[in-house]
């Protein structure tokens, strides 16, 4: 029964220490940039809070799956992070694209978990 309970507690200790290190490993915005429909600039800013603000509600997103292809892309939004920079276009009902200067589309899209904040944080509201 001890050996059994000990088994059991090293693994919850093992699978603690593993989840506490896959923490959030996002790269950090350096500047971000965004557009609404009209292609106005609505937010240019590299202020430090507000970029890991910005930053934290992109990154909340999942894979898009029974998508379909006639998105209405309206916005476009400019990243930069020390990798280096990428524009996404988004709807306003918070599914995204990545674009790449120079290179074809992907065609993965992904779904912003908290896109109205996101969009209001970058006044494309």
Known sequence: MKKNLT???????????ILTACGSDAPQFT???????????????????KLKK????????????????DLDFQYLIDITTQEGSARYRCTKTGYCQLRTEGVKMQKEIFYLE???????EAKLN
Do not use: C, M
């Open 7 to 17: 088994l059991k507690s090293t693994f919850l200790i093992v699978t603690a220490i």
């Open 31 to 49: 500047h971000f940039k965004a557009f609404d429909e009209r292609f106005t600039t609505v937010i240019d800013t590299s202020e430090a809070e």
């Open 54 to 69: 910005l930053a934290e509600l992109f990154y909340d997103q999942q894979p898009a799956t029974g998508t379909q292809a």
């Open 114 to 120: 908290r896109h109205r904040e996101l969009y209001e």
